[in-house]
């Protein structure tokens, strides 16, 4: 470990993903015509104050959607919800039509969109850039490039981000995060990509090119392979193993920055064996290699645990703190809001965790693998209006057991995250992971003693 190399660490700094630079320095147009497949997660399930329109619209609840693209013609996205609900919206140079029915839209609706270009970046394209070449995740699918462009009018000091990710051998979208949300549940901004900016996350299992196309003439409901709404195979929510290490890259939504090799920590013991704070605690360790303009080379989210009910809590439990590393100099150090989680955080009743979908052995999002598509509720920003109760967050675990209570992460992406202190880190995609069978050197979770001055 080069931040300190007093600890022990368990994880080889072999296992930390890497990236491979990029060929080019503008990202390649789509082809002039294409079908695709999307899989659509929302910004938030509906809200206190949503309208009857935000109602009657699909950006408040998973879906997936049939889309073709005609350059300068047109562009028809036929979505079906968790619900059951359908919505077919056509976009022309003239405007945007939508059709509840199944039928072909011809109802003029005004949802702040405008006809796509070839290249997904719009007027941001020049200012576009690519962090590298990687896979995915652990599941290495596809290798894909990681692009991406600041979102017109946030700040140039912290631009929020949009990311695109291309895959490197086709050049088609694979997936997309929009780090900052549409002006309304209901209306987009003609400057952001049509459709897609309503929805904070997206994964296209299927994005062919066309010689040609034309508007379709019935509804379309993709078949997906693998996938399926709700939970089929009844799988319980899982549990974090209480001993266990994984690497990450992070990706942030502050544009400035690209992802971080990132190495995690977790420890967890039960009650009966609780002592002192580093019985419980988490190292989060994020790799400054690919922001060498920063002040520091690394920076460590350390996290502590709350103590059992009845034990007198020790000095520095549940509490966290984020450190700043020069190589192995410690240079700064402030409080973290959060402190450590416990194993089942994803069933605290109030985060609501739900799976709300699966899917199985697709050869562009899970090859040979399962994955539970999982919500849970993120308390908002207060001076967020769009989300005055909550935002999701969405993560894709692959059962280890039958029952899923064992599962190993795939991704994780908090929606409308912000930008704000440091990188604003909102996507996590996993990589390496171990349970381990022996206990973790408690030294990897000392505290420095700036941090406790």
């Not at 300190?4 to 660490?9: C, E, F, Q």
């Not at 965790?353 to 050869?363: E, F, L, M, P």
């Not at 209570?405 to 795939?410: D, F, G, H, N």
């Amino acid at each position: 470990m080069t931040y300190n190399a007093n600890n022990v660490d368990p994880v080889p700094t072999s296992e930390y993903p890497t990236f491979t630079p990029v060929s080019g320095t503008t990202p390649p147009d789509l082809p002039k015509a294409w079908e695709c497949y999307a899989l659509l997660h929302p910004f938030s399930p509906l809200q206190s104050n949503s309208s009857p329109a935000d109602e009657g619209n699909p950006f408040f609840e998973l879906c997936v959607a049939y889309i073709n693209y005609k350059h300068d013609a047109f562009f028809s996205a036929q979505i079906t919800g968790m619900s059951g609900r359908t919505w077919w919206y056509l976009i022309d140079k003239f405007g945007t039509y939508v059709s509840t029915s199944g039928e072909s839209p011809i109802a003029r609706v005004d949802m702040g969109w405008t006809l796509p270009g070839r290249s997904w970046f719009g007027n941001q394209k020049e200012n576009a850039s690519c962090a590298g070449i990687s896979f995915l995740n652990w599941m290495q699918a596809q290798e894909v490039a990681w692009w991406k462009m600041p979102v017109e009018g946030t700040p140039s000091t912290a631009p929020a981000a949009t990311w695109i990710w291309l895959d490197q051998a086709t050049a088609l979208p694979v997936r997309t995060m929009f780090g900052q949300g549409p002006p309304s549940p209901s209306v987009g901004d003609p400057n952001q990509l049509a459709l897609f900016q309503m929805f904070s996350f997206t994964y296209f299992p299927l994005f062919t090119p066309l010689a040609d196309t034309s508007v379709p003439t019935t509804f379309n409901i993709p078949d997906i392979d693998g996938f399926r709404f709700g939970n089929p195979n009844n799988y319980d929510l899982f549990t974090w193993s209480s001993n266990f290490g994984m690497t990450v890259f992070m990706t942030p939504v502050n544009e400035l920055f690209d992802p971080l090799p990132t190495r995690v920590l977790y420890v967890y013991k039960p009650d009966n064996e609780y002592k002192v704070f580093s019985d419980r605690a988490q190292n989060t360790l994020m790799m400054y290699n690919y922001n060498p303009k920063n002040s520091f080379t690394s920076q460590v989210a350390l996290l502590t645990g709350g103590a059992p009910s009845g034990v007198t809590p020790p000095p520095n439990s549940d509490n966290g703190f984020l450190i700043n590393y020069n190589g192995t100099q410690v240079t700064g150090c402030q409080q973290f809001p959060f402190p450590q989680e416990p194993p089942a955080w994803v069933s605290i009743p109030a985060v609501e965790g739900t799976i709300q979908a699966t899917v199985d052995n697709n050869s562009v999002l899970c090859p040979n693998e399962t994955v539970t598509i999982l919500s849970v509720l993120f308390p908002p920003s207060p001076t967020d209006p769009n989300y005055p109760d909550s935002t999701y967050l969405w993560t894709w675990y692959s059962p280890l057991t039958a029952d899923g209570t064992s599962s190993r992460p795939v991704t994780f992406m908090q929606s409308q995250s912000g930008v704000g202190v440091g990188t604003s880190l909102a996507l996590a995609d996993y990589f390496y992971y171990n349970e381990f069978a022996e206990p973790i050197d408690p030294s990897n979770f000392d505290i420095p003693s700036l941090c406790t001055q």
